[in-house]
């Protein structure tokens, strides 16, 4: 389903995300890139301008992605021009809190094939938070 250059760094993104690789993740972005996640105001991004630069979006992982374990149910995607949108659920597990967002997801890829732009439209008050069940134990 890569088969677009915007979904195919999407898909490289969540990959990325998922497997806590974060020298991969940064090198999908251009140099003058930008990620809005979500757009607007939120405890990551208080001005609500977005990450701007590879420094800004490292400091965005070690805050916002670091720490927690992320997986990506993506129901569909549409790509055009050099964009691609992803409608899915994003569940994230952090200290002990599972937390699912409901959202449409947006990669915008320069000439070559890199993220200019990761635009996330999701709701903080419409976010699903839950007690992560503890781990089972061999008894």
Known sequence: MADHPARAAGLASQHAVRTKDRATWLTLFAPDAVVEDPIGRSPYDPAGNGHRGRDAIAAFWDTAIADSDIAFRM????????????????????????????????YRVDADGRIAALRAYWELDRARRTPSEPAETAG
């Open 75 to 106: 129901h569909d995607s549409y790509a055009c021009g050099a964009e691609v949108a992803f409608v899915g659920t994003i569940t994230s597990v952090r200290r002990e809190i599972t937390v699912e967002v409901d959202g449409v997801f947006t």
